[in-house]
């Protein structure tokens, strides 16, 4: 069975860089697509980017200049790194596995709510 957890500060200064990552159990992160996706209160879910099983990455046109998807085969984990948040950004954040870029989840993980506020 595979399992997805993230892990992060929950809290985040404005115009700071928010980083969480993902690990990964019971499956390759080497195989098939892995996105982050988040929920701000209110509002519906919004894909943020996804690292394929090649390592390579593609990022939602709205957030491409301020995000960064990595990842480390080692550890089966990959991270997000989002840079100059704001207040906005505050959501909860998943990692899902997907069978493309966006969409398709087949596995998800819990969620982590992470908070920018000063």
């Known amino acids: 069975q595979v399992q997805l957890q993230e892990s992060g500060p929950g809290l985040v200064k404005p115009s700071q860089t928010l980083s969480l990552t993902c690990t990964v159990s019971?499956?390759?992160?080497?195989?098939?697509?892995w996105s982050w996706i988040r929920q701000p209160p209110g509002k519906g879910l919004e894909w943020m980017g996804a690292?394929?099983?090649?390592?390579?990455?593609y990022y939602s046109p709205s957030l491409k200049s301020r995000t960064s998807i990595s990842r480390d085969t080692s550890k089966n984990q990959f991270t997000l790194q989002l840079s100059s948040v704001t207040p906005e950004d505050t959501a909860v954040y998943y990692c899902?596995?997907?069978?493309?870029?966006?969409?398709?989840?087949?596995?998800w993980g819990q969620g982590t709510q992470v908070t920018v506020s000063s």
């Open positions: 899902a596995r997907g069978f493309g870029w966006s969409g398709g989840y087949a596995y």
């Open positions: 019971g499956g390759s992160i080497t195989a098939y697509y």
């Open positions: 690292i394929a099983y090649s390592g390579s990455t």
